[in-house]
């Protein structure tokens, strides 16, 4: 008897032990998918949901390289064939206000966002609103409002395709400075109030001659993204956010992606604060005023890159648009499968649509660098996807992705078992229904949008 009595009190205390390897999936009551999609996921865990032991030797490379760039905050989220394995903050995100990163975090993401203007581009293919061989300017072009973009210096511009500016052959070049840059300078020349908008940007570089004729050559180009959030815009006949947002980032399950302010004031909610290198010059507001700001903070016109490297989002949310247009079953698509081909191949001498790099073994890459922030995400062909963001720049610039991506190549290969659970569960959430009720009381319409009514 007394043998049996032990035997119980051994399991209990077995069951009871908070193992901190695998954190116990927490049983809630049923929840109606629409429920669910209706707060962002990385509302629903925190920080101590990844503080693994299986991934200690990860977090160590992590931090020993921002602390060797000098990396103020991070974020890291790690996907395995659909289901979200680990994600976790790093470092500070508002270090004067003591802030500490965590994962419900949002972050400038650069030139991400023009992976996500190419899906908004493809939906409308698929909708049958538009072809990737639609001349973009001219009389018979989809942008011919004669009032914003013309004349036109260079008559081949009415040659550029919407196909050549997803694959950066347009004929822009930044010969003389990168356009979308030059907010103050623009806005002098085109004799309007600085900063120089979207359209006024548009409008300076037709009326200069292009650098080689659409389509015979490849030159990266951010106006040239720019031009298709236009081309969103006009064909969908809504504003640019609304449509990326109700056609492909909520299916896709993204409810706190957003377009980016300026300035620190006017940041979300849970956005971040950015930092540059201790040695960046200080530049002149794009808004005219004869004021040295910092780029990240009202120097550059942040705005204006709209859908070129305007948006905001956590990496956990980056990958939940990932996974929906990745052509994996395992979590809904977006886009069909033709168009992910579409996006993913390079024909001729061209560059994917929307990725940076992609090859034939599966392996997709999309970079993203301003001051202030870098950031990359990455498809890999032995199914593990992830997506790391900082909130500082590095004074190698757009080479600095390069270094984040050996790192994180790295630190992936220190774990040698990953937990086999799924974070996009909410089951995994503790307090679903509190949480959900704390967000609705909380989340302020000046930082950004209220929750939907279904919440």
């Not at 903050?89 to 975090?105: L, P, S």
């Not at 950066?168 to 020349?189: C, E, L, S």
């Not at 859908?307 to 648009?321: K, N, R």
């Amino acid at each position: 008897m007394k043998y049996t009595i032990l035997l119980i009190l051994i399991f209990v205390v077995l069951i009871t032990i908070p193992w901190k390897s695998h954190p116990e999936k927490i049983q809630v009551e049923e929840i109606p998918p629409q429920d669910t999609l209706a707060i962002a996921i990385h509302d629903l865990f925190t920080n101590e949901y990844s503080d693994l032991d299986e991934t200690k030797r990860l977090d160590n490379t992590i931090e020993r390289f921002m602390r060797q760039w000098e990396i103020k905050g991070a974020s890291l989220a790690i996907m395995k064939d659909g289901k979200l394995i680990y994600s976790k903050g790093y470092g500070y995100a508002d270090e004067e206000n003591g802030i500490k990163t965590d994962v419900n975090h949002i972050f400038r993401i650069a030139s991400v966002s023009k992976l996500i203007t190419a899906a908004g581009i493809m939906k409308l293919v698929e909708n049958g609103k538009l072809s990737l061989d639609d001349k973009v300017f001219g009389e018979d072009g989809i942008l011919n409002d004669t009032t914003l973009y013309y004349p036109l210096k260079d008559k081949r511009a009415k040659n550029i395709t919407v196909e050549n500016l997803l694959r950066h052959q347009g004929g822009f070049t930044a010969r003389y400075g990168d356009p979308m840059f030059n907010p103050v300078d623009i806005a002098k020349k085109m004799d309007v109030p600085a900063p120089a908008d979207l359209n006024t940007v548009i409008k300076f570089v037709l009326s200069r001659r292009l650098g080689f004729t659409p389509g015979t050559s490849t030159n990266y180009s951010n106006v040239g993204y720019g031009i298709l959030t236009k081309i969103i815009e006009q064909v969908a006949g809504e504003d640019y956010e609304r449509f990326i947002q109700d056609n492909i980032l909520i299916p896709a399950g993204c409810y706190d992606m957003h377009l980016a302010h300026n300035l620190y004031e006017e940041r979300y909610l849970n956005e971040v604060r950015y930092y540059e290198q201790a040695d960046a010059d200080l530049i002149r507001a794009c808004d005219g005023r004869d004021t040295l700001l910092p780029r990240s903070n009202g120097g550059n016109n942040i705005e204006a890159l709209s859908g070129a490297g305007g948006w905001v989002a956590s990496p956990t949310e980056l990958l939940c648009f990932l996974a929906a247009i990745d052509g994996d079953d395992s979590y809904p698509d977006v886009l069909s499968q033709n168009s992910i081909n579409t996006m993913v191949s390079c024909p001729g001498f061209s560059l994917p649509i929307g990725w940076m790099k992609t090859n034939g073994r599966g392996d997709w890459l999309r970079s993203g660098t301003l001051a202030g922030t870098s950031a990359m995400l990455k498809r890999q062909h032995d199914g593990f996807c992830w997506a790391f963001v900082t909130n500082t720049s590095n004074w190698t610039g757009p080479h600095f992705p390069q270094k984040i991506e050996s790192m994180v190549y790295q630190a992936m290969n220190r774990v040698k078992e990953w937990p086999d659970r799924n974070l996009f569960d909410p089951a995994y959430c503790k307090n679903f229904h509190d949480k959900k009720k704390l967000l609705a009381d909380d989340r302020s319409t000046k930082f950004g949008p209220p929750l939907p009514d279904n919440i």
